[in-house]
Each structure stands twice: as structure tokens, then as C-alpha cells.
């Protein structure tokens, strides 16, 4: 036997549609769980609190899917306006944003600072919509009590920005580290090459990349992997 | 009491699934995932394995190869807990040793008792 394959007695044409909707799967039927264990009369008022948190806050990443697949059909028809972006802020107010969410799952997120400013090419919702997906995805990976790290770094030779998120759990066996780099420029792939990601998150990841002349990327640690977006660096930086 | 090891890398629903396991007297340890699930096979030594499909690094099928390799791990009953219960062929299912599927989907916490219940 071996990792799974022939186990599923079909193998789905993956639309994005279809991938959409396997996607949301996971965060409904958590909902419904979570919604469904609020009716237990033994609850205490404290736990009944927690578990309408968790609701919320699955609730709302699961919105944030929503929102990213309304812009990415979008994106042909749209103008995005590209701009000097300092990404250290952006990413400042990415944990700002996310960090409710990690707290709530005892992990924690921050911005792995650098010394001296940089500047990117970017549209800063396309950008911003990247980081938090790459977060997102960090936090399902990452084992518990560790920290999730978002980090900047300049590749002069070749003149681009890279913003990367960084995540610490079980490294990814060889099979999934080459299922995922197929991903990431692809559309959404049959789901029995992972069965409960289509791929969905790096397909969108990429093409608010793309309409930002910018590419994706990962790269395999021995304890986790980091997701990456390198974007153009501004002529502007020299004037900082 | 009848230990259960529940492995699923959601922390949240991890949470539910073994509130609900435990409320109905079973014995309850929780794995993230694979590595953590074999360690606790061993030192837990579960009565029933209750299995998320996708975990954090592996899949499912992995830890299913490495428990059915041992002659002491591979009669422990496998419950698979999934979002995507009907892809799956049953009769290849058995040959991974499962012997149930819930569909987490529209599983109900009754269900998830019903169907530990069913293969102790």
C-alpha cells in the first residue's frame, strides 16, 4: 500500500467552484460542531463564551475564502493600483489582524523585524490578502504554543522584496512537498492528491501574484515551511 | 473505560470530538498528528483509533501503512473522521484496516459515540 492512492472511488474534476466549495467544507462543519455543542445544557457560561469565540473567529477565516474568490474573479476585469508599499508595516497590520485567531488557538504571530526599511511594488489589498492566507494556512500547520513568523527580506541581484510566512510543525513528508509544489502555480488539482486541500488558498495566493507581476513560492524546512510572495522592490528605496 | 485515541489537527474540533467521547465515559488522548498518534499508540495503547484524513505533514494513510505493519497495532479498530466520507472506496478502506466512516460533515455527537460503541 502506499500513501493513499486508488482509495477514493472517484476522481473529481477540480473547478475552481468545486474547489471552493470543498475548501469552505472544513470551517462549516466546524461551525456546525461548534454550534451544535453550544446546545449542551451542561456548559458553563465561561465555555459557552469560548466556543461562540470560536465560532466567530472560524466563521470569519471562512468569510476571508469568500472574499478572496469574489476578488479573484475579479481580477481580469479590475485596475490595481500598484504602489510604493513598506511591507514591514503591511505586515505589522496583518498579526494585528490575525493575532485574536492565533491567541485563540495558543499560537502566536509576529513580524521578524529588520533594520532597515525596504519598499515593494505592490497593490496593498492583493498583498495584504496574500499574507493573510499564508497566515492562515501557517496556523493550521503549526504546532501548538509556537510562533508564527512574518519576515522580509531583499534579494538585490535579482531586485525583488520577498515576504514570507513562516510556520513550525512536522516537516511535510517528500510525497506532499512535491504534491504542493505543483500546486503552486497551478489551478486547483484533483483533491485525492490531498485529500482535504485542493490547492484552492496557493491558486489564489498566485494570481493576486501575478497581478502584481510578482510570483510564489515555499521553501521545506526540517520543522515547518514558509510560504513567500517576491514582489518587485521600489526605485524609491534609495531615498529612504 | 475504554481509551480512544482521537488524532485531529484541529485543535478546535479536537476539543468537541473528545468533550463529546468523554461526556460518554470513554478514555480520551488527543494526537495533532502522526508522529504524536504513534507515540501515544505505545504509551496509550488505544482500544480505538478515531482518524482524521488529513493531518498536519501526512496524511491519514501514512500512519494507517505504519499501524497495520504491527501485528499489536493493526487489530485496533479505526474509526475515519472526514469531510469527504463519500469519496472514499470502502472496500479499499478495509484494506487499510478502517472499519467505520463519519462524516464530519453531518455527523451528529451521537454519532461519533454510536460508531466507537460499534467497534469495541
Known amino acids: 500500500m502506499n500513501g493513499g492512492e486508488g482509495i477514493f472511488d472517484v476522481t473529481p474534476q477540480i473547478t475552481p467552484l468545486v474547489a471552493a466549495a470543498h475548501e469552505l467544507k472544513a470551517p462549516l462543519a466546524l461551525v456546525r460542531q461548534l454550534a451544535l455543542r453550544l446546545g449542551d445544557e451542561g456548559l458553563s457560561n465561561a465555555e459557552r463564551q469560548r466556543l461562540l469565540r470560536q465560532t466567530v473567529l472560524t466563521s470569519e477565516r471562512a468569510l476571508r475564502l469568500t472574499s478572496d474568490l469574489t476578488k479573484v474573479a475579479r481580477l481580469d476585469s479590475a485596475l490595481f493600483q500598484l504602489e510604493p508599499i513598506n511591507p514591514d508595516q503591511l505586515c505589522r497590520d496583518v498579526v494585528s489582524e490575525l493575532q485574536p485567531l492565533f491567541q485563540a488557538y495558543g499560537r502566536t504571530v509576529a513580524v521578524k523585524g529588520r533594520r532597515h526599511p525596504l519598499l515593494l511594488v505592490a497593490n496593498r489589498d492583493l498583498l495584504r490578502r496574500i499574507l493573510l492566507g ?17 519576515q522580509i527580506q531583499a534579494l538585490k541581484k535579482s531586485g525583488v522584496v520577498r515576504v514570507g510566512v513562516r510556520d513550525f510543525g512536522p516537516a511535510l513528508s517528500s510525497d506532499m512537498w512535491r504534491t504542493l509544489k505543483k500546486k503552486l502555480n497551478t489551478a486547483p488539482q484533483a483533491i485525492h492528491a490531498r485529500p482535504e486541500s485542493s490547492g484552492l488558498g496557493l491558486f489564489i495566493a498566485s494570481q493576486f501574484a501575478d497581478a502584481m507581476n510578482g510570483r510564489i513560492g515555499a521553501v521545506r524546512h526540517k520543522d515547518g515551511a514558509t510560504f513567500y510572495v517576491e514582489l518587485q522592490a521600489s526605485n524609491q528605496l534609495s531615498f529612504l | 473505560m475504554t481509551r480512544v485515541l482521537l488524532v485531529e489537527d484541529d485543535a478546535w474540533l479536537a476539543e ?105
Open chain 1, 134 to 150: 499564508f497566515s492562515d494556512n501557517a496556523l493550521h500547520y503549526s504546532l501548538p504554543g509556537t510562533a508564527v513568523h512574518l
Open chain 2, 16 to 120: 468537541v470530538e473528545a468533550g463529546v467521547l468523554t461526556g460518554a465515559g470513554f478514555e480520551v488522548q488527543v494526537a495533532p498528528h502522526a508522529p504524536a498518534a504513534i507515540d501515544l499508540v505505545d504509551s496509550f495503547q488505544p482500544e480505538v483509533i478515531v482518524l482524521d484524513v488529513l493531518l498536519a505533514g501526512s496524511t491519514a494513510f501514512a500512519l494507517l501503512n505504519e499501524l497495520q505493519s504491527y501485528s499489536d497495532t493493526a487489530m485496533v479498530p479505526i474509526i475515519l473522521c472526514t469531510n469527504i466520507a463519500d469519496q472514499f472506496d470502502a472496500a479499499k478502506l478495509k484494506e487499510y484496516g478502517v472499519n467505520r466512516v463519519v462524516d464530519k460533515t453531518t455527523m451528529h455527537p451521537d454519532d461519533l459515540i454510536a460508531a466507537v460503541r460499534s467497534v469495541v
